[in-house]
């Protein structure tokens, strides 16, 4: 019978339940709040609302009450994003009280909007829902110019649309890009353009807040366990979570699934890198310049300097500061104790 490891400590899980992609990534004052695709019942994927948790520094995380509930056993939460809506262009806040505006998949209906007026805790639908009705899901709003706002979104197949809007209520179709799947991410870092699917590979580009033009070939942000990447969009950092995937190890003690570390992306020429966006506990640089290095069964390439992070089943690897990033779940149990 294998044995379940112990509740990873520096990568966020819900206290029971399954847990998947990352949504609504945003800043509200000081704390980092982040929604997630979570089943409350049972550690299996199904039955999906939007959890919720927040956190000060990226690594101490608060699992708050659900944000998001079904409407029906067909219309369930699929992945979104938030905007808090500042210039109160929805006119569904006030400009001393904003509206946190989160866009979510209905399984059952379309892209659909509802919105909060207490700092993210408790959502109201809106009442002309859906938004935009077409076949795909996992809609990326952003801010491309005062009164320009745009939603990027997963067009089956293959495909990202791009919507644009003057209210964030009514959307135009304005274009769509072939190859990438799912959970698309757009915006801008250092002076470029990035757009990527759900599996991390991104284009660097210009976007003209009605098409996205590639520049670069596709290049992938990760190799690994990782999937459906969001990043904050007001934070003042570009800072993204993936999911990190496992085989169920947890699911015996209620819960399944786990989030990547936080990372940091920042712009080197055409090259993203990827670091971690805060300091762990127990993290360790490596030298191993000859030989690739296996850890807890993970393959680990040679190179000059590598950051190692560990957790009860997961290892990720950040080499060359930032040059290439390794996210991978593992079962094989740690040495010692965290």
């Known amino acids: 019978m294998q044995k379940i490891p ?130 795909g899901r996992d809609p990326r709003i952003l801010r491309y110019a005062p009164g320009h706002y745009v939603i990027a979104v ?70 690994g366990d990782a999937y459906a990447g969001q990043t904050f969009a007001n934070c003042g950092r570009r800072i993204a979570v993936f999911w990190l995937r496992d085989n169920g190890i947890f699911r015996s003690g209620g819960f399944s699934q786990q989030m990547s570390i936080p990372v940091e992306l920042t712009l080197k020429d055409d090259r993203i890198l990827v670091n971690p966006a805060t300091q762990v506990p127990g993290s360790r640089v490596w030298s191993s310049p000859e030989c690739p290095v296996t850890l807890r069964g993970i393959e680990l390439p040679a190179a000059e300097h590598m950051l190692i992070i560990e957790d009860s089943a997961s290892v990720e690897a950040f080499i060359n500061h930032g040059e290439r990033c390794i996210l991978r779940s593992t079962s094989i149990p740690m040495q010692k104790e965290i």
């Not at 990438?180 to 210009?206: D, H, Q, T």
């Open 6 to 135: 112990p509740r990873p400590q520096f990568h966020f899980t819900a206290r029971r339940g399954w847990l998947n992609d990352p949504n609504g990534l945003v800043v509200l004052g000081s704390r980092y709040h982040m929604y997630f695709q979570h089943n409350p019942e049972a550690p299996e994927w199904g039955n999906i609302h939007w959890g919720h948790a927040v956190s000060d520094d990226l690594l101490h995380w608060e699992e708050l009450p659900i944000a998001l509930v079904p409407k029906a056993e067909n219309d369930l939460c699929f992945s979104g994003s938030a905007f808090l809506d500042t210039e109160n262009a929805s006119g569904l806040g006030t400009p001393e009280n904003p509206a946190l505006l989160v866009y979510f998949t209905s399984t059952g209906r379309g892209e659909c909007l509802a919105y909060s007026l207490d700092g993210g805790m408790t959502f109201t639908e809106y009442e002309d829902n859906p938004v935009i009705r077409h076949r």
């Open 154 to 223: 997963y067009d089956e197949v293959n495909h990202i649309a791009f919507y644009r809007s003057a209210d964030l209520k009514n959307w135009t179709f304005c274009s769509r890009i072939h190859g990438f799947y799912e959970c698309p991410e757009l915006f801008e870092l250092g002076g470029r353009w990035v757009l990527f699917g759900a599996n991390g590979v991104y284009s660097l580009g210009s976007f003209d807040g009605e098409a996205f033009t590639p520049e670069t070939l596709p290049r992938p942000l990760f190799e």
